[in-house]
């Protein structure tokens, strides 16, 4: 598998950690979009994410409106909250179509209960349809922090069974992991990945700057892991949550402890509404370590 089949510079040493990094953004936010647009590299990655209250005509604008400005489209689908066969073929046939998606991320997603036919990811991946409407690299999730329904162990085999079913459909795979706080854990996970010869790129979750409280927030509804000592080391204090935190420590972190061992991987930032802070961070923290 080439590298280069997910990022043009995937061959490349990185200049630095942020380097050939992708974006978020939810249907909603094709203003922030378009603020933001003027930051950000051209031909980055933005993933489209597919979230309750949206329709799925706002993600296909919103996945047209990445393609019109220079990046590359990246669309969620959830696994759960597909209604049918029927609507998947028509989702993948608009989005293929109207913004030249290749690129897919696929989750199971939240409802405890299956909307339509599917209940997991990799029932997706094995429809045939992904490959029937041109898609080429297809994401799957990875959790350094764990999952609060599935135990290590089976994260693994899930992740193992993803890789084996998208190769063997005729696309290339690539992890994308939710975003975590600690550093140590991320390596550790990464370490575990690849003694376990799981070879695929990963691109690492990493949140962008935002207010404490919306931070946590958003990690209490994701499952990932806020601990007073994780977060201390993460620059945030448990008993002051005034104010807004960055994720400099985390990625400088992460910049010195990864190594040739550790595989291929690029960082994946979580703007949870502030694209264009995000972006803003982003190209501070290149200028201070190209």
């Known amino acids: 598998m080439s590298y280069a089949a997910i990022h043009p510079n995937w061959e490349k040493p990185m200049d630095n950690m942020v380097d050939g990094y992708s974006?978020?953004?939810?249907?909603?936010?094709v203003e922030g979009l378009k603020e933001a647009a003027p930051l950000i590299r051209k031909d980055t990655q933005v993933a489209v994410t597919f979230l309750p209250g949206e329709e799925l005509e706002q993600r296909v604008e919103a996945a047209v409106?990445?393609?019109?400005?220079?990046?590359?489209?990246?669309?969620?689908?959830?696994?759960?909250?597909?209604?049918?066969e029927e609507q998947l073929d028509w989702y993948l046939g608009e989005i293929t179509k109207k913004a030249g998606v290749k690129r897919v991320f696929i989750i199971a997603g939240d409802p405890p209960?299956?909307?339509?036919?599917?209940?997991?990811?990799?029932?997706?991946?094995?429809?045939?349809?992904?490959?029937?409407?041109?898609?080429?690299?297809?994401?799957?999730?990875?959790?350094?922090?764990?999952?609060?329904?599935?135990?290590?162990?089976?994260?693994?085999?899930?992740m193992q069974k993803k890789i084996d079913a998208v190769r063997a459909h005729g696309?290339?795979?690539?992890?994308?992991?939710?975003?975590?706080?600690?550093?140590?854990?991320?390596?550790?996970w990464l370490a575990e990945m690849r003694d376990r010869n799981i070879d695929v790129p990963v691109r690492l979750g990493v949140p962008g700057p935002a207010g404490i409280k919306r931070l946590l927030g958003f990690a209490k509804r994701c499952g990932v892991g806020a601990s007073?000592?994780?977060?201390?080391?993460?620059?945030?204090?448990l008993t002051n949550l005034i104010g807004s935190a960055g994720p400099d420590k985390l990625v400088g972190n992460l910049e010195k402890k990864l190594t040739e061992r550790h595989g291929r991987v690029r960082l994946h930032f979580y703007p949870f509404g502030a694209l264009k802070?995000?972006?803003e961070w982003i190209n501070d923290y290149d200028a201070r370590h190209s």
């Open 277 to 279: 802070a995000s972006a």
């Open 23 to 29: 974006l978020e953004m939810t249907a909603k936010e």
């Open 228 to 237: 007073a000592s994780v977060m201390k080391k993460y620059g945030v204090s």
């Open 171 to 188: 696309m290339t795979p690539l992890v994308v992991t939710q975003f975590a706080f600690d550093d140590d854990a991320i390596v550790e």
């Open 65 to 84: 409106l990445v393609r019109e400005l220079g990046f590359e489209p990246i669309v969620h689908l959830s696994a759960r909250r597909i209604e049918s």
């Open 113 to 158: 209960e299956p909307e339509g036919p599917y209940e997991d990811s990799l029932q997706i991946i094995e429809t045939g349809l992904l490959e029937k409407h041109g898609i080429e690299i297809v994401g799957v999730g990875g959790h350094p922090e764990g999952h609060p329904n599935v135990s290590k162990d089976d994260l693994w085999v899930w």
